[in-house]
Nanobody, 121 residues
């Protein structure tokens, strides 16, 4: 059994900051890439940022320079520091992990339950 648990969402004014966290736990052997995606009301889910086990990062153009993704491999946790937030950043943010699990041994992708981020103007 593998779980991804997110925290850190909330309501913030435009220009403010939030930090999201996502901790993976359970029958995990190793985690490859981790990432954050978001889905605004009536829209499709979109990539926000990803980070490999080696620390290589990738960002959506819309968040480049404002958001920073990082991870703590010892804690199986990924973070998203969001600065200079805009109303268009309002969405449910989902954590994703591409990992190797055991019992049984296989590679799978998991999603967190999502955390709401609301940016008021």
């Amino acid at each position: 059994q593998v779980q991804l648990v997110e925290s850190g969402g909330g309501l913030v004014q435009a220009g403010g900051s939030l930090r999201l966290s996502c901790a993976a736990s359970g029958t995990i052997l190793s985690i490859n890439a981790m990432g954050w995606y978001r889905q605004a009301a009536g829209e499709q889910r979109e990539l926000v940022a990803t980070i490999t086990s080696g620390g290589s990062t990738n960002y959506a153009d819309s968040v480049l320079g404002r958001f920073t993704i990082s991870r703590d491999n010892a804690k199986n946790t990924v973070y998203l520091q969001m600065n200079t937030l805009k109303p268009e950043d309002t969405a449910v943010y989902y954590c994703n992990a591409d990992l190797l699990r055991f019992n049984p041994i296989r590679r799978e992708k998991y999603w967190g339950q999502g955390t709401q981020v609301t940016v008021s103007s």
